[in-house]
């Protein structure tokens, strides 16, 4: 059991494979890592169209990461959608409780691209909580927009900043489309610029950018390398073909 890389997701599962789970497997495998996986949704989507969220019981999901952690030893995690910010944040003081050192990387999903809405009930006193107890986490403008709608964007970063690093994702931005910021040491701020002059769009790119984010933390490279590593492979990705679902490039 020792001679293998372990890296664990925890999010939902998306019959097209181009988000979630089995996304983020791919993602991991591409790094040389071997991949875990808990599930906290069953999706009723493909590429284009997403229909139904059919949620995972609470106690099933921490069941599922207590077992793994019986077998494997586990450093980083990355986790995509959850019912309730209450939920995620009992999953992550689960993971801090098996590994007081583990690295969360949060990819704070709010909405599907068809409009589902995830954290409808959610307490953001209670997000603030999960920020404190993450290493990065990786909004898109919309979302960083959206988690904290009484502040503007300047606020929110540096709210969030002083919990928490970030990796603000670019693909949705107005100017600079492209252009990614990380905040990390809560002072530091890296702007990390496209790479490709055309990039396509894919479904589940949001869910492969954390994931790869992760697994560059598993390979223990530091996180402003890790930040950069990410960008590149994630437009390798974006550009793997012109379709909506994407191809991994496999070390």
């Known amino acids: 059991m020792n001679n293998k890389n372990y890296i664990l997701t925890i999010a939902g599962l998306d019959p097209s494979s181009g988000a979630g789970i089995t996304s983020d497997i791919k993602t991991f495998e591409a790094h040389g890592l071997y991949g875990l996986?808990?599930?906290?949704?069953?999706?009723?989507?493909?590429?284009?169209?997403?229909?139904?969220?059919?949620?995972?019981?609470?106690?099933?999901?921490?069941?599922?990461?207590?077992?793994?952690?019986?077998?494997?030893?586990?450093?980083?995690?990355?986790?995509?959608?959850?019912?309730?910010?209450?939920?995620?944040?009992?999953?992550?003081?689960?993971?801090?409780?098996?590994?007081?050192?583990?690295?969360?990387?949060?990819?704070?999903?709010?909405?599907?691209?068809?409009?589902?809405?995830?954290?409808?009930?959610?307490?953001?006193?209670?997000?603030?909580?999960?920020?404190?107890?993450?290493?990065?986490?990786?909004?898109?403008?919309?979302?960083?927009q959206e988690l904290f709608p009484s502040k503007n964007i300047e606020e929110t970063i540096e709210f969030i900043s002083e919990r928490t690093n970030i990796y603000l994702k670019g693909g949705h931005r107005e100017d600079k489309k492209g252009w990614d910021e990380v905040y990390y040491s809560k002072i530091v701020k890296m702007n990390i610029p496209p790479i490709a002059e055309t990039v396509f769009e894919k479904h589940g790119?949001?869910?492969?950018?954390?994931?790869?984010?992760?697994?560059?933390?598993?390979?223990?490279?530091?996180?402003?390398?890790?930040?950069?590593?990410?960008k590149w492979y994630t437009e390798q990705f974006l550009n793997s073909n012109e379709s909506l679902l994407g191809t991994h490039n496999y070390k």
Do not use: M
């Open 205 to 230: 790119s949001g869910c492969v950018l954390s994931s790869a984010l992760a697994a560059n933390l598993a390979l223990d490279i530091p996180l402003e390398d890790a930040c950069k590593n990410t």
């Open 37 to 144: 996986s808990v599930c906290t949704a069953v999706t009723v989507q493909n590429d284009i169209t997403f229909k139904d969220c059919v949620w995972i019981d609470k106690q099933i999901i921490i069941a599922q990461i207590e077992t793994l952690f019986e077998r494997f030893s586990i450093s980083v995690v990355k986790i995509g959608i959850i019912q309730s910010w209450d939920i995620l944040l009992e999953v992550v003081l689960t993971l801090k409780k098996l590994n007081p050192e583990i690295k969360i990387v949060l990819d704070p999903i709010l909405k599907a691209s068809a409009g589902f809405d995830f954290h409808e009930d959610g307490s953001l006193n209670i997000f603030e909580k999960v920020l404190c107890n993450c290493t990065i986490i990786t909004p898109n403008y919309n979302e960083i």
